[in-house]
């Protein structure tokens, strides 16, 4: 017996499905792997760093989850399902709808432009739409937060970044979308391990399509932020288990309550 639903993971979290038919006519289920799952360190049966975001979700209760950035949708489909089970845990009361409910929304902001990974999800019938529900802006991190989260003064209590890769597109996001924090806001920022990078190979075809490179950004970020403003806790699993897959590094940040 184990704490988790391993079925539920591998059909839901870690693979997307899709109706399909064999050469015979008959009906099938396939599952494919969640694209850039990988980068949290997650397996067909395991959540990898997931596993952290939605052990602080629920342990926060956090309502309102921004997601910035997210080719495959891992993160949004763990945001929801944490506020789901808060929900049905009888920690969150009133209405259960995914967004206009009780229990709060995950927002999924992303710019579909190609730069460092592409979506699997902008259609509306995606599997992570469908089954997940996140409310979705397509357009840059920047125009959502002044036309979207200020305009309907969204206070958020989990942060996720992980849009735009260079420094000055980590420190942005961060600087504008922690003004919106609640008091007891959480950050993740995610790609924060260097030592995943120092020994990853990149082929040649992403070289040349404006690769950005995956910690760079996020792990400067992070050296320079104010220890006496901020919490820092970096979570890296790069080396543990040589022969099995690790995250690319997940940083949690919470103010200091000083």
Not at 5 to 34: A, C, M, P, R, Y
Not at 116 to 134: A, I, M, Q, Y
Not at 195 to 209: G, L
Request: charged share 25%; hydrophobic share 35%.
């Amino acid at each position: 017996m184990t704490l988790f639903n391993l079925d539920f993971i591998k059909d839901f979290f870690t693979h997307n499905q899709s109706n399909q038919k064999d050469n015979n006519g008959n009906d099938f289920v396939e599952l494919k792997k969640v694209p850039y799952r990988w980068t949290h360190g997650a397996t067909d049966l395991t959540l990898g760093d997931g596993l952290l975001v939605y052990s602080i979700i629920h342990y926060m209760r956090a309502k309102n989850c921004v997601c910035l950035g997210s080719g495959g949708g891992f993160i949004p489909r763990i945001m929801t399902q944490a506020r789901v089970d808060l929900y049905d845990s009888q920690i969150f009361d009133g209405n259960r709808d995914y967004n206009w409910g009780d229990i709060g929304v995950t927002y999924l902001v992303d710019a579909d432009n190609g730069i460092g990974g592409n979506t699997d999800w902008v259609n509306e019938k995606s599997f992570l739409r469908e089954n997940f529900h996140p409310r979705v802006i397509i357009d840059t991190t920047e125009n959502a937060y002044y036309n979207f989260f200020v305009k309907e003064d969204i206070k958020i209590d989990y942060l996720h970044i992980d849009a735009g890769h260079s420094y000055e597109d980590v420190k942005k996001d961060f600087e504008l979308y922690t003004k919106l924090l609640s008091p007891n806001g959480i950050v993740s920022i995610h790609d924060t391990d260097e030592s995943f990078e120092k020994d990853y190979i990149i082929t040649d075809d992403i070289k040349t399509n404006d690769h950005q490179e995956i910690t760079n950004g996020p792990s400067k970020l992070i050296k320079e932020l104010d220890k006496k403003e901020w919490e820092i806790f970096n979570f890296f699993n790069n080396g543990i288990f040589k022969t099995k897959p690790a995250s690319t590094g997940l940083t949690i940040l919470q103010r200091c309550k000083n």
